[in-house]
């Protein structure tokens, strides 16, 4: 079974490494770390297992973890999800990755695109929930107190 440290190092992985790389490279790890305000070389010894000398290797800490999540906007604890569904897939990891690279005013078009779909999809949801949701049955006219005596 894949411990949290594993998972951790396994997505770090995946975001360090460049579009046409089979594993992370200095520049991958520099983007990142640079990006979270991070130390490279200290993501460096996470990816490489380096030990402490404690005899632990050296993990992804809560602290970077959270600082690489909110710089990527990925989420507070993608790095924590088990990669089921969408949600911290790997295609996601590479979709994200790939973005990157785009210049900046073409990333920003594409953004804005994302984010329109985005709406228009809960729009869409909301219009077919809306029509094909079973309304509660109507309540009973009230009653009158001239119903019971026969006046009408």
């Not at 951790?8 to 991958?28: E, F, I, S, V």
């Not at 297992?49 to 909110?70: C, F, M, N, Y």
């Not at 969408?86 to 920003?108: F, I, K, N």
Request: hydrophobic share 40%; with cysteine; net charge positive.
């Amino acid at each position: 079974m894949e411990t949290r440290a594993d998972r951790r190092r396994r997505k770090l992985r995946a975001l360090c490494t460049l579009p046409g790389h089979d594993a992370p490279t200095a520049a991958g790890i520099k983007r990142i770390a640079a990006g979270a305000g991070l130390n490279w070389q200290a993501l460096d010894q996470v990816l490489k297992q380096v030990k402490r000398p404690s005899g632990h290797e050296r993990t992804l800490g809560d602290d970077a973890a959270q600082a690489i999540e909110s710089a990527l906007n990925l989420g507070r604890g993608w790095f924590d999800t088990d990669g089921a569904g969408l949600t911290g897939s790997e295609w996601e990891v590479g979709a994200l990755r790939d973005l990157r690279e785009l210049p900046h005013a073409e990333r920003e078009a594409w953004c804005a695109q994302l984010h329109a779909r985005a709406e228009k999809w809960r729009d869409i949801t909301r219009e077919i929930l809306a029509r094909y949701t079973v309304a509660p049955p109507a309540a009973p006219p009230a009653e009158t107190p001239a119903a019971h005596l026969g006046a009408g």
